[in-house]
T-cell receptor, first 109, second 114 residues
């Protein structure tokens, strides 16, 4: 089945720094979502981005479907950005989301 | 519009017992998926329901089952609980059956099996 690899697995940042998280897929995907898991476990939708670039405040994401990767950019990081970031996508419309192992981000004041 | 709700939020059971978890999707959403999250295995797909029919099933033993009602609410049941079933169980809803639709997650039910 499809493999999803996220890098880096862990990231420690000083408040105010910028970061880039990467998600690689072993096969083509037709949907890709980025989530932030808060300390209470809930997955918060960040982006639904099958292709192209989207921005939402300090966060932006780019998916290059033909090259099977997606990037999540966090600018001017804040302590509230801490948590685990997941990317996920299905192989096709009839298959469930496959999640990466996540990137654990710690933002230090 | 209210988000996905899951009940209960926390649950403690002992080995051998059974448990039922509930998920109410976003109003108008007809697809509900269930995932198990553990530190060792990450997020793993359990099953998906659409219009009261199981559409997909993950690689879990038959002790794990689910169903969906006509109002799209879904329940999952785990029988004969094992210690390894301790996990965060997440439910997601989407507008339609295709995984191309954006999925929205509930807050989860944290199950502890003693």
């Amino acid at each position: 089945g499809i493999q999803v690899e996220q890098s880096p697995p862990d990231l420690i940042l000083q408040e105010g720094a910028n970061s880039t998280l990467r998600c690689n897929f072993s096969d083509s995907v037709n949907n890709l979502q980025w989530f932030h898991q808060n300390p209470w476990g809930q997955l918060i939708n960040l982006f639904y981005i099958p292709s192209g670039t989207k921005q939402n405040g300090r966060l932006s994401a780019t998916t290059v479907a033909t090259e099977r990767y997606s990037l999540l950019y966090i600018s001017s990081s804040q302590t509230t950005d801490s948590g685990v970031y997941f990317c996920a996508g299905p192989l096709s419309g009839n298959t469930p989301l496959v999640f990466g192992k996540g990137t654990r981000l710690s933002v230090i004041a | 519009k209210a988000g996905v709700t899951q009940t209960p939020r926390y649950l403690i059971k002992t080995r051998g017992q059974q448990v039922t978890l509930s998920c109410s999707p976003i109003s108008g959403h007809r697809s509900v998926s269930w995932y198990q999250q553990t530190p060792g295995q990450g997020l793993q797909f359990l099953f998906e329901y659409f219009s009261e029919t199981q559409r997909n099933k993950g690689n879990f033993p038959g002790r794990f089952s689910g169903r969906q009602f006509s109002n799209s609410r879904s329940e999952m049941n785990v029988s004969t609980l094992e210690l390894g079933d301790s996990a965060l169980y997440l439910c997601a809803s989407s507008l339609a059956a295709s995984s191309y639709n954006e999925q929205f997650f509930g807050p989860g039910t944290r199950l502890t099996v003693l």
